[in-house]
């Protein structure tokens, strides 16, 4: 399958099954003149801030795709007209490409408006299998200690934030890293905006010496997984 990487949280898996994840493309500083015609079949979503709610109802309505996120921002994704699959944090299902499972994330999840706060239960990291590989993706979150339980899992890519701020920074998400013991790590949620600035490459060599597999896809770009 085919990994294209938006930038900030943003990347969409083009496989057997096409997967969109947390589709902030309007207002993304990564984001130039190009254009994403992404045609998923599911849309994953983390939680209901802006940066990662994103163009979600936009991609869903004009594909027909399934959203799966969080009970409560499923519920208000299926106001807006499109197809949802709502779960929470432990749950696992059986979609038609493989399993998904919702796991624990430590951050906010409200959808702003002006000065209004709009409450998107709680935010998640998904947990899925597809081709007989294994995913983690982090979402935003801090480092916490519920990520010693995914090592039994035997992830092949796990997608960590290491922007800092809001997020892990490159030195809770070697710790991360560690407890989960993915076959490869790829950092996310870097220098989208200035307070998460953080260095890709640096993270990924420290991933390396610590007998992981580091990827280093740049906004913007490609890769075979
Ligand atoms: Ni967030
Ligand atoms: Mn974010």
């Not at 990520?147 to 701020?165: E, H, Q, R, T």
């Amino acid at each position: 399958m085919r990994l294209m990487y938006v930038g900030h949280s943003a990347m969409y898996f083009e496989g057997e099954v096409k997967i969109l994840i947390d589709p902030f493309i309007t207002g993304n500083p990564w984001v130039k003149q190009k254009q994403y015609d992404f045609s998923p079949d599911y849309i994953f979503l983390s939680h209901g801030h802006g940066d990662h709610l994103g163009d979600a109802i936009d991609f869903a309505k004009r594909s027909g795709a399934t959203i799966i996120a969080p009970y409560e921002l499923a519920t208000w994704c299926s106001w807006q007209d499109v197809l949802t699959h709502p779960m929470h944090i432990g749950g696992k299902y059986q979609f038609p490409f493989g399993w998904v499972k919702l796991v624990n994330a430590i951050h906010g999840s409200g959808l702003i408006t002006k000065h209004e706060i709009h409450y998107m239960g709680h935010p998640c990291g998904f947990l899925w299998e597809s081709e007989g590989k294994r995913f983690y993706y982090a979402g935003d979150t801090a480092l916490t200690y519920d990520m010693k339980l995914l090592k039994d899992y035997s992830i092949d890519y796990a997608f960590l934030p290491i922007g800092g701020n809001f997020t892990m920074d490159v030195e809770d998400a070697l710790k991360a890293a560690e407890m989960i013991r993915p076959k490869t790590v790829m950092p996310v949620h870097y220098n989208t905006f200035e307070v998460i600035e953080a260095s890709p490459e640096e993270f990924v060599k420290k991933i390396k010496d610590r007998g992981m597999e580091g990827l280093y896809v740049k906004p913007g770009e490609e890769q075979e997984l």
